[in-house]
T-cell receptor
Framework: SSELTQDPAVSVALGQTVRITCQGD??????ASWYQQKPGQAPVLVIF???NRPSGIPDRFSGSSSGNTASLTVTGAQAEDEADYYC???????????FGGGTKLTVL | QITLKESGPTLVKPTQTLTLTCTLS??????????VGWVRQPPGKALEWLGF???????RYRPSLKSRLTITKDTSKNQVVLIMTNMDPVDTATYYC?????????????????WGHGTLITVSS
């Protein structure tokens, strides 16, 4: 089982806002990053250090964290945002890395 | 422009050793602070972190696979090599190498900002 827990699937109507969450004890101490993965493609970093966006990532993607939960919010979801989203962070020991189980986002 | 490219066999027999090479471009593993990670993804399943190697040759491995994994670097060739022993069909996955971000403001430890395209490794007799 993963040290980071994500809901397997979430859906959102086109243009609406959706939040994807990631829970784990290590998130109380370490920051989370988020990755978008479309079918047949490598993951793409969309949020790092809880709320920072790499250059080129649309500002409709935002991140936040509270307690043991990190969140990725997509404000005004677009059809091209349909993908799997993974969180990651340090593991409980601090010297390894863990990924969440992933959330499949469907844009209706 | 940072790019990474994985190369190696596509088919490995059970009990054999897998050797994958990640060729780096646009950065050097001899530069302070730089790290390269390996991540795999079984078909239809989630990402799994395998390990890191850093500019100073420090290494970190997934605890459950530590006895089977070795990551090395050849800075003269700008390459990182993943070696996984005693391969099993459950190790069938797409294997990715990725660049660890060096500028985060906070903690970059687990941040992978550039990824290779990945290579599918099938373990079967």
């Amino acid at each position: 089982s993963s040290e980071l827990t994500q809901d397997p699937a979430v859906s959102v109507a086109l243009g609406q806002t959706v939040r994807i969450t990631c829970q784990g004890d290590s998130l109380r101490y370490y920051s989370a990053s988020w990755y978008q993965q479309k079918p047949g493609q490598a993951p793409v970093l969309v949020i790092f250090d809880e709320h920072n966006r790499p250059s080129g990532i649309p500002d409709r993607f935002s991140g936040s964290s509270s307690g043991n939960t990190a969140s990725l919010t997509v404000t005004g979801a677009q059809a091209e945002d349909e993908a799997d989203y993974y969180c990651n962070s340090r593991g409980s020991s601090g010297d390894h890395v863990v990924f969440g189980g992933g959330t499949k986002l469907t844009v209706l | 422009q940072i790019t990474l490219k994985e190369s190696g066999p596509t088919l490995v027999k059970p009990t054999q050793t897998l050797t994958l090479t990640c060729t780096l471009s646009g950065f050097s593993l001899s530069t302070s602070g730089v790290g390269v990670g390996w991540v795999r993804q079984p078909p239809g399943k989630a990402l799994e972190w395998l390990g890191f190697i850093y500019w100073n040759d420090a290494k970190r491995y997934r605890p459950s696979l530590k006895s089977r994994l070795t990551i090395t670097k050849d800075t003269s060739k700008n390459q990182v090599v993943l070696i996984m022993t005693n391969m099993d069909p459950v190790d069938t996955a797409t294997y990715y190498c990725a660049h660890r971000r060096t500028n985060c403001g906070g903690d970059c430890y687990s941040v992978l900002d550039y990824w290779g395209h990945g290579t599918l490794i099938t373990v079967s007799s």
